[in-house]
């Protein structure tokens, strides 16, 4: 996420995120943790169903998943067990894989209802050691 241009959707979830977290932002969250972030993926029917296409990837890591056979948000999250898996597949770098977890990420708060949006976020707090 460092010094990557964002645009104005990823901006308005992430100004969203850090309304729900109290006394941090997932910037600080990201700084203090390597630029790395643990997360839960709520696999709610909107968030499952989704094409790849609304992750909003780049070619590359859009093209490599597609290449492996995955149509869905659902493909993906059931194929997909850790950074590892991802990295196995073909074209799939450090980059790629960063991408698609952040926008993974990204995409599935957007996909929550705001009381879940909010619990998502006091997990998230939980998850990264927060208090």
Do not use: W
């Amino acid at each position: 996420m460092k010094n990557k241009p964002m645009d104005t959707r990823n901006r308005e979830i992430l100004r969203d995120m850090n309304s729900n977290l109290t006394g941090t932002t997932v910037e600080e969250i990201l700084q203090a943790n390597n630029n790395k972030i643990n997360f839960c993926v709520y696999q709610t029917e909107r968030f499952m169903k989704a094409d790849l296409e609304d992750l909003d990837l780049g070619v590359r890591s859009f093209h490599c998943l597609r290449r492996v056979g995955h149509r869905t948000v659902g493909d993906l999250v059931n194929a997909v067990n850790s950074v590892e898996d991802l990295k196995s597949i073909r074209n799939c770098g450090d980059k790629s894989v960063e991408e698609i977890m952040f926008k993974m990420f990204l995409f599935n708060y957007e996909c929550l209802t705001p009381d879940m949006q909010k619990k998502s976020m006091l997990r998230l707090k939980e998850m990264n050691r927060l208090k």
